[in-house]
């Protein structure tokens, strides 16, 4: 087994092609902009997407809601790069770029109007305390929308599963070429899955990760396993 840690950075030259080819990522995309795109804000508003990786979610909500101010925050230069290129590529300008760990980050009370992290919560080293700050951080009323990878990766069974779902939209021949160039993605899976199997990143059932988010204020309003079963998806106001 392999003692090392994933390397984010490495993730990201590979991390979109999770959305290009993976249709599970796609419909949890889909899943997380449609909530998105409920709400009610006023203009000027502030929207913080966490653990924001590529600009999955921070680029199409700065695109859908052109008055407001999105803040991409993200650790990662790497990441953070290819997000960039990506709100460059779309004519995206009211995306802001923060490369700082969730630790450096503070917000007034009560100040911020939407909030999505998705898959992030799971690697902070304390992601109880990253969610009581959210809840710090929005307005009364606020939403935000919390994904997170809970259970510990079966990165075979996905293999499997993804591998079935191209051989069908793209045959044999193609699905090999794009599994030999998503070698990198399934390296860095089987690293968090070692990490998550040494309590170094959080370990959680949909229960657990719904009892923390209310342990903190907030109400459900939705609430759903998502992503194969390994993630739980969840809409909250403050």
Request: aromatic fraction near 12%; charge should be neutral; avoid cysteine.
């Amino acid at each position: 087994m392999t003692d090392q840690n994933v390397s984010w950075g490495t993730y990201a030259s590979k991390y979109d092609m999770l959305l290009q080819y993976n249709p599970y990522y796609q419909k949890l995309q889909q899943e997380v902009l449609e909530e998105t795109y409920k709400w009610k804000l006023e203009d000027s508003a502030v929207i913080l997407d966490i653990g924001a990786g590529t600009g999955n979610y921070s680029v199409p909500l700065g695109k859908h809601y052109p008055k407001s101010s999105v803040i991409h925050i993200d650790n990662d230069k790497q990441m953070n790069d290819v997000a960039f290129q990506k709100a460059n590529t779309a004519n995206v300008s009211n995306v802001e770029f923060n490369t700082k760990s969730i630790s450096d980050i503070a917000f007034e009370h009560n100040s911020i109007s939407g909030v999505v992290s998705v898959h992030a919560l799971y690697t902070f080293p304390d992601p109880k305390d990253v969610i009581q700050r959210i809840y710090n951080w929005l307005k009364p009323g606020a939403n935000a929308i919390l994904v997170d990878a809970g259970r510990i990766v079966n990165v075979l069974d996905w293999q499997f599963a993804i591998g079935f779902h191209l051989i069908k939209t793209y045959g044999i021949s193609k699905t090999i070429k794009i599994l030999k160039e998503g070698k990198e993605v399934s390296k860095q899976n089987a690293l968090i899955r070692e990490m998550q199997k040494r309590g170094d990143l959080w370990v959680h059932s949909h229960e657990e990760f719904s009892e923390a988010i209310q342990n903190v204020g907030f109400k459900i309003t939705k609430a759903y396993t998502t992503f194969r079963g390994v993630s739980d998806f969840v809409v909250v106001e403050k």
